[in-house]
C-alpha cells in the first residue's frame, strides 16, 4: 500500500501537489512519497507498521516544470463546480463522418502497427491538404511523418534537430511544451516578448537576439495565447534573418483554420524558406477530437531524417485506426472549414462581448479560440491571484498567463480565456461573470 504525505493543499492526478498562492505566480512544494511497508514483530508476535521516506526523483532538466497550470486549474474548477474557459479542448463533439471513418477502419482489422512515419493514405492526404493551403508540392513519402498529436511532432523536431547548446528563440508567451521540450534538448533557450495591445513581432529585438549559436526559431501562428497572427510583413522579415544566418524555423500552425480576419501565412511557403523550415499540425483543434492525438511533421529530407530518427525512439508509430480517419477528414469539403470559421467567430463574439460589458480590457484575437484580457481593473496583485479569485468566488476558469514566459513578470497582468465551448456555456460564463465579478 502507497500514500503521500504532504501539508500542501490537494494532489493531483501526476501527484505533484498544488499550493496556490495568491500573492505569487505559482508555487511548487517538495513532497515526500511514503511507501508503508508490513513487517512481523517477532518480540509478540504483532504486525506493525513501518514507514520509509523517498524524495520524489527527476531529472534536473525538468526540475522546474512540475506540474502544468492546466491541470492546476482544471483541478480547482472541478472543486469548485466552476465553468472552464481555461484549459483548450471543446466541450462539443467532432463530426459524425470522421468517426464513422474510425469506426469502420477498426471493423476493417485496421489495428496492428502503421507504418513508422504514417499510414500511406494519411501521409497522402496531408500533402494534398498542404498543398491546397500552401501551394507547396510535398513528398508524402519522404517529407511527411506522422506523429502522435503536435506535442510529439515538437518533441521529435527538437530531439531530432538541436543538439545541446543549441540557441533556440521562442515569441513569449509561448505554448508551454516548447521551453520544457527544449530544457530536455539541452538548448539554450532564449525569448523575444510580444507585447499588448497588438502583440507585434519586435523586429529589432530579434535580429540583436540571433547569434552564431542560434539554431532556431520557434513560431506559432496563429499564435497561443494571444490569438495574434503573424503578418507577411513579420514572417519576411524572420525568413530573412534565418536565411541570411543559417536559421531553422520550427512552425507550429494547429490554428490555422481557425484564422478569423488576417491571412494566415506559412513560412514555409516564403520564398527560400521550405528548405529550413519544419511545419507541424494536427487533427485535435480542426476537428474538435484532441483526444485522438494525431499530428504531423512536413520538411525538406535533410530535416526530416531528423524529426524521424527521435520520432521512432519516442513513439515509434501513431494509432492506425485514427490515421485512416484523419485522411478522410482532410480531405473534408471546403464547406466543413468555412462552417468552422463561421461557428468559432459567433462563439468569440459571445465571449469578446460578455469581457468587455464586464469591465475587461480585451485584445484583439484574429486566431485561435483564445482571448487575452488585461485584468487589472479588478484589483488583484496577479494573474494568478485573479484566476484563483475568479474560480471560487465568481465561478469560471481562465489561464494565467505567467507561466508561458521566462520571467513571469511579462505576463502577471494578462489572463487566457478560451471559446472553444458551446454557446449555452459561453453564455453561462458570461452570465456569472456579470452576476458576481466586482471591480
Known amino acids: 500500500m502507497r500514500f503521500i504525505l504532504s ?28 511507501t508503508m511497508s508490513t513487517v512481523s514483530n517477532t518480540h509478540n508476535d504483532v504486525t506493525t507498521t513501518q514507514i520509509k521516506h523517498h524524495p520524489l526523483q527527476v531529472a534536473k532538466r525538468l526540475e522546474k516544470f ?9 483541478m480547482l474548477a472541478a472543486k469548485h463546480g466552476a465553468i472552464n474557459l481555461g484549459q483548450g479542448f471543446p466541450n462539443f463533439d467532432g463530426p459524425d463522418f470522421v468517426k464513422e471513418a474510425a469506426i469502420q ?46 506535442t510529439e511532432a515538437i518533441a521529435a523536431t527538437i530531439l531530432g534537430l538541436i543538439n545541446p547548446g543549441d540557441e533556440v528563440i521562442l515569441f513569449a508567451p509561448f505554448y508551454d511544451s516548447y521551453e520544457a521540450t527544449l530544457s530536455m534538448a539541452g538548448a539554450k533557450v532564449k525569448s523575444i516578448t510580444l507585447r499588448p495591445p497588438d502583440f507585434a513581432a519586435p ?10 549559436n542560434t539554431r532556431a526559431i520557434m513560431i506559432n501562428t496563429p499564435h497561443n495565447p494571444t490569438g495574434k497572427m503573424f503578418t507577411r510583413e513579420e514572417l519576411n522579415f524572420i525568413a530573412s534573418l534565418c536565411i541570411e544566418n543559417d536559421v531553422l524555423v520550427f512552425s ?25 523550415t519544419v511545419t507541424m499540425n494536427s487533427l485535435g483543434k480542426t476537428f474538435s477530437l484532441t483526444g485522438w492525438k494525431i499530428g504531423w511533421a512536413i520538411a525538406p529530407p535533410h530535416l526530416t531524417w531528423g524529426v ?37 467567430m459567433a462563439k468569440r463574439a459571445i465571449l469578446v462581448e460578455g469581457l468587455e460589458a464586464v469591465g475587461f480590457k480585451v485584445f484583439p484575437s ?5 482571448v487575452v484580457v488585461d485584468h487589472t481593473p479588478f484589483g488583484h496583485e496577479n494573474d494568478v491571484a485573479f484566476c484563483e479569485y475568479l474560480i471560487k468566488e465568481v465561478g469560471v476558469v481562465a489561464i494565467p498567463t505567467s507561466v508561458f514566459y521566462l520571467n513571469p513578470e511579462d505576463g502577471k497582468n494578462l489572463v487566457r480565456f478560451t471559446f472553444c465551448k458551446d454557446e ?15 471591480k
Not at 66 to 74: C, N, Y
Not at 110 to 128: F, H, M, S, T
Not at 203 to 212: G, V
Open 7 to 34: 501539508s500542501s493543499k490537494f494532489l493531483n492526478s501526476s501527484n505533484h501537489f498544488i499550493p496556490l498562492s495568491s500573492s505569487s505566480t505559482p508555487k511548487f512544494s517538495p513532497f515526500i512519497a511514503a
Open 66 to 74: 512540475k506540474t502544468t497550470i492546466f491541470t492546476q486549474m482544471s
Open 105 to 150: 477502419a477498426i471493423r476493417d482489422g485496421k489495428n496492428q502497427y502503421a507504418r513508422g512515419y504514417g499510414v500511406p493514405d494519411l501521409n497522402n492526404a496531408i500533402a494534398e491538404r498542404f498543398k491546397k493551403d500552401t501551394g507547396l508540392v510535398v513528398d508524402p513519402e519522404k517529407e511527411i511523418t506522422v506523429t502522435s498529436g503536435c
Open 203 to 212: 523586429i529589432e529585438e530579434l535580429k540583436s537576439a540571433i547569434s552564431k
Open 252 to 276: 507550429d500552425e494547429v490554428y490555422d483554420k481557425l484564422a478569423f480576419d488576417v491571412e494566415h501565412i506559412s513560412p514555409a511557403s516564403l520564398p527560400g524558406m521550405f528548405e529550413r
Open 308 to 344: 524521424r530518427q527521435a520520432h521512432s525512439y519516442l513513439t515509434f508509430a501513431t494509432s492506425t485506426p485514427m490515421q485512416s480517419a484523419t485522411a478522410a477528414a482532410l480531405r473534408a469539403p471546403d464547406s466543413y472549414f468555412v462552417e468552422l470559421k463561421r461557428d468559432y
Open 366 to 370: 484574429n486566431g485561435t479560440y483564445f
Open 424 to 438: 449555452g456555456t459561453l453564455r453561462a460564463a458570461v452570465e456569472r461573470l456579470k452576476e458576481k465579478l466586482r
